[in-house]
């Protein structure tokens, strides 16, 4: 044997290929032209056609927050949700459990490369924010408060993707568990949500708490310390699914399950 | 390409298993495996499809836990499944690849899996896939990569970690048979080169004839025969001979051979004229294999019937595998 040692932060190993693999190839390119021209005609009717928009600037600025925010937690979802059932089914996934690296390694890889679609997305987003502002003011806390949320909620459906990819033995499976999964809380968040059954809602489902947030601060001109109860179920949706992620990876099997 | 590697017993085990078994839920896959491997030998793990082989591969690769038994390789426990994989290489049956990397990137990303440094990694990828006769490949697609190339790639990977037991599931599985030569060149080299231990699954009996020097035979998760291919052969004696004679002296050759000793009954081949088929009477070859042989002989001589060409049946490997394994019917 040559004088090898045990690989150390094997995941920046496995985190930069799957960074490559991502952006260097046409998937992730792809991906974040098509969220571009989205935003353009978001952008293009909100701007240029000011007497059929009937939102106002700090609304249309909401708008593209909650769009950029859906589409960085789905995109980050499935592309965690294929992470590990994709190599399983492209039958690549023997070959890295036969490597050395502990499993939590590769988990943690994996999801560094599903995290990174937000940084790309809103950056993406930032000019249209700044085209579609009216004022600095509303543009700082757009900028500030997206990126922040939008976080939380990526590695929380991310982490989320990872974990039912780990336990399916089909790609299809991982991935239709996981989109619905994303609907059944991305849906109440075009409800009108009353009393307390609403409330209770709005504040335990991250995506909806997330969403409002973000409302409350752009359209509302609210500050932060304001609102900060809506932050609680974003952050321990994080902190619980990303738990749950790595330390459900040490289980990893070639096939499904979590089992022996 | 002849048998291959080191004798039996010179020097310390490089694989020691012992009453390894599995079992998916009723299902025994493996049942109390037990063998040793030398360093440079080359073992042919054989068995029928669903005989326990991957299984019991994977179990030896730390992919799958073994419900009871232990394994060291190297001197190392099966427990410590990192340091086991640090000094294997396997080549799993349905091996998949990043089509979109090239062969290089492929190597150099599994070498930086086992801790080499980004240069070092990229050094060991060329070296290797020089090796395995993809140089001048080395920095195409994989996508362009033909079955069997995709198939040395994968031997190339395996190798990244210099290991000292590499495990092959079915290597020669699709290939044409030019692209089966390269493949047995490749691992008998590699067996001889590196002194590897290679533990070879395949349903290819020539394959093994050429380059394994022991067998081990699966039946049904339980090892039916262990030993040297001409240990494994004598096991199963040989039920009948074939002779060739001239076609014009067929029927007179049939009538002798029937009435020699030993011979339970001669009958014509069905496909050549002048062939024939001595059946053995049960047991009587396995007494007295040179008597019986010399019997069929002389009875075919003493009538000066010219032998054209003369084989016994059940004298190869794949004859020993098929009495060994096939069921009884019920």
Same mark, same amino acid.
């Given at each position: 044997?040559?004088?090898?040692?045990?690989?150390?932060?094997?995941?920046?190993?496995?985190?930069?290929?799957?960074?490559?693999?991502?952006?260097?190839?046409?998937?992730?390119?792809?991906?974040?032209?098509?969220?571009?021209?989205?935003?353009?005609?978001?952008?293009?009717?909100?701007?240029?056609?000011?007497?059929?928009?009937?939102?106002?600037?700090?609304?249309?600025?909401?708008?593209?927050?909650?769009?950029?925010?859906?589409?960085?937690?789905?995109?980050?979802?499935?592309?965690?949700?294929?992470?590990?059932?994709?190599?399983?089914?492209?039958?690549?996934?023997?070959?890295?459990?036969?490597?050395?690296?502990?499993?939590?390694?590769?988990?943690?890889?994996?999801?560094?490369?599903?995290?990174?679609?937000?940084?790309?997305?809103?950056?993406?987003?930032?000019?249209?924010?700044?085209?579609?502002?009216?004022?600095?003011?509303?543009?700082?806390?757009?900028?500030?408060?997206?990126?922040?949320?939008?976080?939380?909620?990526?590695?929380?459906?991310?982490?989320?993707?990872?974990?039912?990819?780990?336990?399916?033995?089909?790609?299809?499976?991982?991935?239709?568990?996981?989109?619905?999964?994303?609907?059944?809380?991305?849906?109440?968040?075009?409800?009108?949500?009353?009393?307390?059954?609403?409330?209770?809602?709005?504040?335990?489902?991250?995506?909806?708490?997330?969403?409002?947030?973000?409302?409350?601060?752009?359209?509302?001109?609210?500050?932060?310390?304001?609102?900060?109860?809506?932050?609680?179920?974003?952050?321990?949706?994080?902190?619980?699914?990303?738990?749950?992620?790595?330390?459900?990876?040490?289980?990893?099997?070639?096939?499904?399950?979590?089992?022996? | 390409?002849?048998?291959?590697?080191?004798?039996?017993?010179?020097?310390?085990?490089?694989? #020691?298993?012992?009453?390894?078994?599995?079992?998916?839920?009723?299902?025994?896959?493996?049942?109390?495996?037990?063998?040793?491997?030398?360093?440079?030998?080359?073992?042919?793990?054989?068995?029928?499809?669903?005989?326990?082989?991957?299984?019991?591969?994977?179990?030896?690769?730390?992919?799958?836990?073994?419900?009871?038994?232990?394994?060291?390789?190297?001197?190392?426990?099966?427990?410590?499944?990192?340091?086991?994989?640090?000094?294997?290489?396997?080549?799993?049956?349905?091996?998949?690849?990043?089509?979109?990397?090239?062969?290089?990137?492929?190597?150099?990303?599994?070498?930086?899996?086992?801790?080499?440094?980004?240069?070092?990694?990229?050094?060991?990828?060329?070296?290797?896939?020089?090796?395995?006769?993809?140089?001048?490949?080395?920095?195409?697609?994989?996508?362009?990569?033909?079955?069997?190339?995709?198939?040395?790639?994968?031997?190339?990977?395996?190798?990244?970690?210099?290991?000292?037991?590499?495990?092959?599931?079915?290597?020669?599985?699709?290939?044409?048979?030019?692209? #089966?030569?390269?493949?047995?060149?490749?691992?008998?080299?590699?067996?001889?080169?590196?002194?590897?231990?290679?533990?070879?699954?395949?349903?290819?009996?020539?394959?093994?004839?050429?380059?394994?020097?022991?067998?081990?035979?699966?039946?049904?998760?339980?090892?039916?025969?262990?030993?040297?291919?001409?240990?494994?052969?004598?096991?199963?004696?040989?039920?009948?001979?074939?002779?060739?004679?001239?076609?014009?002296?067929?029927?007179?050759?049939?009538?002798?051979?029937?009435?020699?000793?030993?011979?339970?009954?001669?009958?014509?081949?069905?496909?050549?004229?002048?062939?024939?088929?001595?059946?053995?009477?049960?047991?009587?070859?396995?007494?007295?294999?040179?008597?019986?042989?010399?019997?069929?002989?002389?009875?075919?001589?003493?009538?000066?019937?010219?032998?054209?060409?003369?084989?016994?049946?059940?004298?190869?490997?794949?004859?020993?595998?098929?009495?060994?394994?096939?069921?009884?019917?019920?």
């Amino acid at each position: 044997m040559t004088s090898m040692t045990r690989p150390k932060r094997a995941w920046l190993v496995i985190a930069g290929q799957e960074l490559r693999e991502l952006w260097l190839s046409a998937r992730g390119p792809v991906l974040v032209l098509l969220f571009s021209l989205l935003l353009s005609v978001i952008t293009y009717l909100a701007a240029a056609d000011k007497e059929l928009n009937i939102l106002d600037q700090r609304q249309t600025v909401n708008l593209v927050l909650q769009v950029t925010l859906a589409i960085g937690v789905a995109l980050a979802l499935l592309l965690s949700a294929d992470a590990i059932s994709g190599e399983r089914e492209r039958e690549t996934l023997e070959s890295l459990l036969l490597t050395p690296i502990p499993r939590r390694d590769i988990a943690i890889g994996k999801l560094v490369a599903a995290f990174s679609v937000w940084p790309v997305i809103i950056l993406v987003a930032i000019p249209y924010i700044w085209i579609l502002r009216e004022g600095g003011e509303i543009f700082t806390d757009a900028v500030l408060v997206a990126p922040l949320i939008g976080a939380l909620l990526v590695v929380a459906f991310a982490s989320l993707g990872l974990v039912v990819s780990t336990a399916s033995s089909s790609n299809r499976a991982s991935l239709a568990v996981s989109f619905f999964a994303f609907v059944a809380l991305m849906v109440p968040t075009q409800l009108p949500l009353k009393g307390w059954t609403g409330d209770a809602l709005r504040y335990t489902n991250p995506v909806t708490a997330g969403s409002r947030f973000i409302e409350k601060v752009v359209v509302d001109n609210h500050s932060w310390g304001d609102e900060v109860s809506l932050l609680i179920a974003p952050v321990l949706a994080a902190v619980i699914t990303l738990t749950a992620a790595v330390v459900l990876a040490t289980r990893l099997r070639i096939y499904g399950g979590f089992g022996r | 390409m002849t048998g291959n590697g080191t004798e039996r017993g010179q020097g310390e085990a490089a694989l #020691q298993v012992r009453g390894l078994s599995k079992s998916y839920g009723s299902l025994k896959a493996v049942r109390d495996l037990s063998f040793e491997a030398f360093r440079g030998e080359i073992i042919g793990f054989l068995g029928p499809n669903g005989a326990g082989k991957t299984t019991a591969i994977r179990m030896l690769s730390t992919i799958l836990p073994p419900d009871a038994g232990s394994f060291t390789l190297g001197g190392v426990a099966h427990t410590d499944a990192i340091a086991i994989r640090q000094r294997i290489g396997v080549l799993p049956e349905s091996a998949g690849y990043p089509f979109q990397q090239t062969g290089d990137e492929f190597i150099s990303y599994h070498g930086r899996l086992f801790g080499h440094s980004p240069a070092r990694a990229r050094e060991i990828g060329a070296s290797l896939l020089q090796e395995v006769g993809l140089g001048e490949r080395a920095s195409s697609r994989i996508s362009s990569y033909s079955r069997g190339m995709r198939q040395r790639l994968g031997v190339a990977r395996t190798l990244v970690n210099e290991p000292e037991v590499l495990f092959l599931d079915e290597p020669t599985l699709g290939l044409d048979p030019a692209g #089966q030569r390269q493949m047995l060149r490749l691992i008998s080299d590699i067996a001889r080169q590196r002194q590897t231990t290679v533990i070879l699954s395949t349903h290819f009996l020539d394959e093994v004839e050429q380059i394994c020097s022991r067998v081990l035979i699966l039946k049904q998760g339980e090892v039916a025969a262990e030993g040297s291919i001409a240990d494994i052969k004598r096991q199963t004696a040989p039920r009948a001979a074939r002779f060739s004679v001239p076609p014009e002296m067929h029927d007179e050759a049939l009538a002798h051979l029937a009435k020699a000793a030993g011979i339970a009954h001669a009958a014509p081949a069905n496909s050549e004229p002048g062939s024939i088929i001595a059946t053995f009477e049960n047991g009587w070859m396995t007494e007295n294999s040179r008597l019986g042989m010399n019997s069929a002989i002389r009875a075919l001589t003493d009538a000066e019937v010219p032998i054209l060409s003369f084989e016994l049946e059940g004298s190869r490997l794949s004859d020993a595998f098929l009495s060994l394994t096939e069921e009884e019917p019920q």
